[in-house]
């Protein structure tokens, strides 16, 4: 199931229990995907685990036939349980090494601003690292911003793919040119998933193929 490591690269959609509820998620996930979203988080924090295996079963269906890579926040027993192609986990969601032993898909860890944490998570056999937040998240806007220099440090010292989260937008995203996945919700989901996709995945890729200073 760790092939799928060639799909971590572009732009990186996570559902959201306000922006995304279930009445209109499948919809807006095509609608996404069609517009060029490469990989999709399913996050649900509250939902009891017999009540969304339906729906994450349905993704997994819709995201493989669109060659979209598929990923689980948190729940370890449910992604075993279900085979899900990728596991995404943050610093209360159990031991990294564990859980390298018993999933098989690829595994994502959130490092926050801790490039320490990064490089122990890739040690331990984590397939990528994500930072954030980049910039103020409307989503969690509690959470300290790291800055974009972070990446550039990253892209020095780790050899896995690194993932920026946190706050980007339309017009931020250009900054990120060292990140090889960028998180988005906000921005992703409001009004047009299919536009809003459509135009974050091109300045992205445009980041990466011009000289555009980080600061």
């Not at 595994?107 to 397939?127: C, P, T």
Request: hydrophobic fraction near 40%; charge should be neutral; glycine fraction near 6%.
């Amino acid at each position: 199931m760790r092939d799928n490591i060639q799909f971590l690269n572009g732009l990186y959609g996570i559902s959201d229990e306000i922006l995304t509820p279930f009445s209109t998620l499948i919809y807006q996930v095509q609608e996404a995907i069609a517009g060029g979203m490469k990989i999709f988080q399913f996050r649900d924090k509250k939902s009891v685990d017999k009540d969304i295996i339906e729906i994450i079963q349905h993704l997994m269906d819709i995201c493989a036939k669109s060659g979209v890579l598929f990923v689980l926040n948190d729940r370890t027993e449910l992604a075993i349980n279900l085979n899900v192609p990728a596991l995404h986990i943050g610093k209360d969601d159990g031991n990294l090494q564990s859980i390298r032993k018993r999933f098989k898909g690829i595994l994502g860890v959130s490092s926050y601003g801790d490039l320490k944490r990064a490089q122990k998570a890739q040690s331990s056999g984590a397939d990528y690292v994500a930072f954030g937040a980049m910039f103020p998240s409307r989503t969690k806007p509690n959470a300290p911003c790291v800055g974009v220099d972070i990446l550039r440090e990253a892209r020095e010292k780790l050899c896995i793919p690194i993932c920026a989260i946190g706050g980007i937008s339309k017009d931020n995203i250009k900054l990120l040119k060292n990140a090889d996945m960028c998180a988005v919700i906000s921005s992703l989901w409001d009004t047009n998933p299919r536009e809003n996709a459509e135009i974050l995945s091109k300045a992205f890729e445009d980041s990466k193929s011009k000289d555009i200073y980080e600061f």
